[in-house]
């Protein structure tokens, strides 16, 4: 045997899926998931420039700050912000600072080591040069600077800077001084002291008053300090002057750097969550699938097993120990056996539903059911031959025998592994009587078309023997040898004509007009036409009848003729006496029954199907046409009669009829 192995598509379509569907529900997932990972990247990004921004704004107050403790700018506040420029700008990250003045020319930068107007080169200080001196075509223009960091990105000789710049505008010098005045003790000391310290930073005297010539930005002399105390400290409200720009330069490539990596990570737990949303969507279906076709498989398992349970047909499966697997409770009835015989475990083995099957461990074997040669079917079947509509007898011990039609085959899986028998057993012991009726029914009909022929044939001719038997009597002296024989010739003559009447009788067609009829004087009718041979072999008779019982729709003398038949067969079988037992009873599905039973010595079992034929009969003066005609009236009514014998008694005739007659 050729098998193909299914392709992918076939196998996914078996399961509830199209390649079509995955492949929609992968690409929507992976998008989704681009997206989310784009976004997160968009946040890293929109938290890098938030988080430099911040950097730069807190150092551009600090540098502020520093203004606002007292440093003016002139060449000494070059020289004092060049330091701090260059110290602050050593941290990591940090490409420059510098700050500009209102016409975009440089003050100060970090790593300028360029001289200042003003300082001698002995006096200024060396600096460390950073990595990246600002130009003063980078400065950007005052009118597009706020007093908001803003940044934008550079290339600078192939290298990406983020760079943050607003307005540099620290306190007024005015606020600056009394700002410094309240701090007088941090300088360590009151008055000059502490202001010659920042004053020798700056580059200035402290014994100098007014204004410096060197100021660039004319700020107004200071106000003297207050006295006792510390001086005030400007609050938020605290005016600003807008002195120049303030820019600071970060290293772009690692947080470059950082957000790629950060691109890449998303990418890989992208495509890992599209693959695990993948699998969790064919995994969802597949559980979907796998619940739908266990939900089918159940379905089909419950109407298979209602389908046996309620087969016409006896089911018995065998396992490959020859153990029964299965029996249902048409097979059952046959056998004559309860289902705990079959399986003594306890286990109610399942009529057809596999999900609940008897222990076949514990189960009998296929020669525990009686009736039938089970090791030479197994045989049969064990050499791959099959056993189709074998008509065989089912004789079990204590059940009347039935005749069965057996059929079975044995059952194996794809791979050829042998799984058992299968045996399906039809009982057709009806189909049979069925068959002998519809033959005998065939013999009947062409045995009355030719009595109906040889009767008319006969009849007169005896008319015509009888009339000379007649006056031959008549003619001859009483009592003589003569007049005796003419009169056993008129006695044959006589029995002949009842024979031809009985023939006619006979040949009458099976169909006839039924009535509304009550049957209790049917039967009365009937039995007071045989009282005389009742009383004459003094027999009694027992008349039972439902009290209630319905009208019946019967031909009333062809019914009445039937019981005659019936009765005067039972005086005959009961030469010594004895009991006539008539009784009626309805019965289900609009039917009702007569039953005629007497105490003679009843019917030998082998000749009970045979009773029926024409000139059948073991009485020495019977025609044999009696019981025929029983039959033809209870067909012309579409019922049946059956005989038996009754449990220690007679024999026994039961006919059933419908209530409603025939149609």
């Not at 940090?94 to 300082?119: E, K």
């Not at 047909?313 to 059952?332: C, E, Q, Y």
């Not at 005989?643 to 209530?659: D, I, M, Q, S």
Request: charged content about 20%; hydrophobic content about 40%.
């Amino acid at each position: 045997m050729i098998r193909f192995r299914p392709s992918l598509s076939q196998r996914l379509s078996r399961m509830g899926l199209s390649p079509w569907m995955l492949l929609g529900a992968a690409l929507i997932l992976g998008l989704t998931l681009v997206g989310l990972s784009v976004r997160s990247n968009q946040r890293e990004r929109a938290f890098m420039v938030h988080n430099l921004t911040d950097r730069a704004e807190a150092l551009i107050w600090a540098l502020e700050a520093g203004t606002r403790t007292g440093l003016r700018l002139s060449p000494g506040t070059v020289l004092g912000l060049r330091p701090l420029l260059s110290e602050t700008a050593r941290q990591p990250g940090i490409l420059y600072m510098a700050v500009t003045d209102m016409s975009g020319a440089i003050l100060a930068q970090s790593g300028d080591g360029s001289p200042i107007p003003g300082v001698p080169d002995d006096v200024a200080p060396e600096f460390s040069p950073t990595p990246m001196l600002v130009q003063p075509q980078d400065i950007p223009p005052l009118a597009d600077v706020s007093d908001r960091p803003m940044w934008r990105v550079r290339n600078v000789d192939g290298r990406e800077v983020f760079e943050v710049f607003r307005v540099f505008a620290p306190l007024s010098r005015s606020h600056g001084q009394q700002h410094m005045g309240g701090q007088q003790h941090m300088g360590g000391g009151h008055g000059s002291h502490g202001m010659g310290m920042m004053g020798r930073m700056l580059g200035r005297s402290p014994d100098i008053d007014g204004p410096d010539p060197n100021d660039v930005f004319d700020n107004p002399p200071p106000p003297p300090p207050a006295r006792g105390g510390f001086g005030g400290r400007p609050g938020p409200e605290a005016p600003r002057q807008v002195v120049g720009v303030a820019l600071v330069g970060f290293d772009a490539r690692p947080f470059e750097d950082a957000l790629a990596q950060d691109a890449r990570n998303n990418l890989l737990s992208a495509a890992l969550a599209a693959a695990l949303g993948l699998a969790g969507f064919v995994s969802l279906f597949w559980m979907h699938n796998n619940r739908r076709w266990r939900r089918i498989v159940r379905d089909q398992q419950v109407m298979a097993a209602e389908v046996v349970a309620n087969l016409p047909l006896g089911l018995v499966i065998s396992d490959p120990d020859g153990r029964i697997a299965m029996i249902n409770d048409a097979a059952l009835t046959m056998f004559g056996k309860q289902r705990s015989e079959i399986f003594p475990s306890g286990t109610e083995a399942s009529q057809g539903d596999a999900s609940k099957p008897g222990r076949t461990a514990r189960a009998r074997r296929l020669r525990s059911l009686p009736g039938l040669e089970w090791e030479a079917l197994v045989a049969r079947l064990a050499g791959g031959a099959r056993i189709l509509e074998q008509e065989t007898t089912l004789a079990v011990p204590g059940i009347k025998p039935l005749s069965v039609s057996l059929g079975g085959a044995a059952m194996r899986n794809e791979d050829g592994a042998f799984l058992g028998n299968v045996f399906v057993l039809r009982d057709i012991t009806e189909m049979k009587r069925l068959q002998a009726d519809a033959q005998r029914n065939d013999r009947l009909a062409a045995l009355g078309h030719l009595a109906a022929g040889v009767a008319h044939e006969i009849r007169n001719p005896l008319s015509t023997i009888k009339g000379v038997a007649l006056y031959i009597a008549k003619r001859m002296p009483l009592g003589g040898r003569e007049e005796e024989a003419a009169q056993r010739m008129i006695d044959e003559v006589e029995r002949l004509d009842r024979v031809v009447s009985e023939l006619l009788e006979f040949a009458r067609p099976g169909s006839f007009e039924t009535v509304q009829a009550d049957l209790g004087e049917v039967i009365g009718r009937a039995l007071r036409l045989a009282e005389a041979d009742l009383k004459a072999k003094n027999i009694a008779v027992v008349f039972e009848m439902e009290p209630g019982f319905p009208l019946v729709r019967i031909s009333t003398e062809r019914l009445t003729q039937a019981l005659l038949n019936l009765f005067l067969n039972a005086v005959q079988a009961m030469d010594h006496g004895g009991t006539l037992r008539v009784s009626t009873r309805a019965l289900p599905e609009g039917m009702f029954s007569i039953t005629v039973a007497d105490t003679g010595p009843g019917i030998p079992a082998e000749i009970q199907a045979s009773i029926w034929t024409p000139y059948c009969t073991t009485k020495s003066s019977g025609t044999g046409l009696g019981l025929a005609i029983v039959y033809q009236i209870a067909e012309g009514h579409g019922g049946r009669v059956s005989v038996g014998n009754a449990p220690g008694h007679g024999a026994e005739f039961t006919l059933t009829l419908p209530v409603n007659g025939k149609n």
